[in-house]
C-alpha cells in the first residue's frame, strides 16, 4: 500500500510528539512492506510567525493531496492572554475542518489496565470502561456569527445546527454502535437550547433506521456527571461540538492522561489524527511530553484511515506491552512510589520502536 501523509507538527509540544508518531508510521511501512510518503507543513502559531495566516494556502493545498494528516497541536500564552487578537492559531485549526468537511471527531477513551491507577477515579469504578465519542466538528457555537457591541460590554455566538448535519453524524454513530455493544446515548440540552431540541428530534428520526441500537437521550450535565460516576454505562457517545469538547476532555481523566488519547477527525476523504491534548507550552522543550497519544494517533490513522487493522492493532499492543513492563513519561507516574520507570518524551518514543521490532521478531518466530 502506498499512501502520502501530511505531517503538521503545529505549535509547543506538537513536534516532539509528532516525532514519534511519523516514527511509529515508518516502522509499520518497514514491518509491513507499504510505502508511506510523508511531506511537512505549518499551521498555528508556527504559521502565523511566517506567512501571517494560521493556515497557509499551501498547506491547505498539501493537505488536500494527502491521503492522511498526523497532526500535532496548535496553541500559545501569547493568544490566551490577548483576547483582543484578531489572527489566532486556532482559527487555522477550524478552517482545515471546514475546508476538508471533517465532520465527525472520533475520539475513543481506550483504558489500559496498567493505567487504572494513574486516574484520581476508583480503579473499581474505571476497569472495563470502552467509550467511543462521536463529536460534530463543524457546526455549533465554534462556527455561528459571532458579534460584539461598539462598546465591547456586550458579546454573542451563535449556536447554530442544520438538520443535515446532525444526519450524516449520527448515521456514522449508528454504524459504529452496530458493531460494538448495539448502545447509543445522544447528549444534548433539549430542555433548555432550541438547537438541541433540533438535535433530539433528528436523531429519534435516524434511531428508527438502526432497531437493533439502543438509544439513551441524555441531558449534557447528567452526561458529565454519570461519566465520572459510572463510566462503564457508555459505549458509543453522540453529541454536538461543544459538548464534546467538553466531555472528551473530562473523559482522558479516565485514561488517566490527555497524553494518553488519540481522535480521528473524518469526512468523506482526506482524515485527520491527533493527540486531544493542547500545546502544553509550560512543558514545551523539557523533554516531558508523553508521546503516547501521538503514536495511537497513528494507529487510528493505520486502522480507520486506510483500513490496515493488523498494522493498528500491532500499535496498540507494543503500547500496552511497554507500560505492562512499567515504563512511564511524567504524566502518568505515580510520583510517590518508585515502581515505575520514568522516561522523557525521546525515550518512551525509542522504546516504542524496539518493543515493536521485538515483538514483530517475537511473532515471526512463533
Not at 494513574?118 to 457546526?139: N, Q, V
Not at 465591547?152 to 459504529?176: F, G, W
Amino acid at each position: 500500500m502506498k499512501k502520502n501523509i501530511l505531517v503538521i507538527p503545529g505549535d509547543g509540544i506538537g513536534p516532539e510528539v509528532t516525532t514519534w508518531g511519523k516514527a511509529a508510521l515508518e516502522k509499520i511501512a518497514e514491518i509491513f512492506g507499504h510505502e508511506f510518503v510523508f511531506d511537512e507543513a505549518l499551521m498555528g502559531h508556527a504559521a502565523i510567525e511566517v506567512t501571517g495566516e494560521p493556515l497557509p494556502d499551501e498547506t491547505l493545498e498539501k493537505a488536500r493531496k494527502s491521503d492522511a494528516i498526523l497532526f500535532g497541536a496548535i496553541g500559545h500564552a501569547k493568544y490566551d492572554n490577548d483576547p483582543s487578537l484578531k489572527v489566532r492559531p486556532e482559527q487555522g485549526l477550524l478552517k482545515i475542518r471546514k475546508e476538508l468537511g471533517l465532520f465527525a471527531n472520533l475520539r475513543p477513551i481506550l483504558l489500559f489496565d496498567e493505567l487504572l491507577q494513574a486516574s484520581s477515579i476508583k480503579p473499581e469504578i474505571l476497569k472495563g470502561t470502552d467509550i467511543l465519542f462521536f463529536r460534530e466538528l463543524t457546526g455549533d457555537v465554534y462556527f455561528g456569527e459571532k458579534t460584539r457591541s461598539e462598546d465591547r460590554n456586550t458579546a454573542s455566538d451563535l449556536m447554530i445546527y442544520h438538520r443535515y448535519e446532525v444526519e450524516r453524524i449520527a448515521h456514522k454513530a449508528y454504524q459504529a454502535a452496530q458493531q460494538r455493544s448495539k448502545k447509543l446515548c445522544s447528549v444534548d440540552k433539549a430542555n433548555v437550547l432550541e438547537s438541541s431540541r433540533l438535535w433530539r428530534e433528528t436523531v429519534q428520526e435516524i434511531a428508527k433506521q438502526y432497531p437493533d441500537v439502543e438509544t439513551e437521550h441524555m441531558f449534557i450535565d447528567n452526561a458529565a456527571m454519570q461519566l465520572i460516576k459510572n463510566p462503564k454505562k457508555f459505549d458509543v457517545v453522540l453529541t454536538a461540538n461543544l459538548f464534546g469538547d467538553i466531555l472528551t476532555d473530562e473523559a482522558s481523566q479516565i485514561a488517566g492522561s490527555m497524553g494518553m488519547l488519540a481522535s480521528a477527525s473524518v469526512g468523506e476523504s482526506t482524515g485527520f489524527f491527533e493527540p486531544i491534548h493542547g500545546s502544553a507550552h509550560d512543558i514545551t522543550g523539557k523533554d516531558l511530553a508523553n508521546p503516547l497519544a501521538s503514536i495511537l494517533s497513528a494507529a487510528l490513522m493505520l486502522e480507520i484511515g486506510f483500513g490496515l487493522k493488523e498494522e493498528a492493532k500491532l500499535l496498540v499492543d507494543t503500547v500496552d506491552a511497554v507500560l505492562k513492563e512499567g515504563f512511564r513519561t511524567h504524566d502518568i507516574a505515580d510520583q510517590t512510589t518508585n515502581r515505575f520507570k520514568v522516561l522523557g518524551t525521546a525515550e518512551m518514543g525509542k522504546l516504542v520502536l524496539k518493543f515493536l521490532s521485538q515483538k514483530t521478531s517475537t511473532t515471526q518466530a512463533s
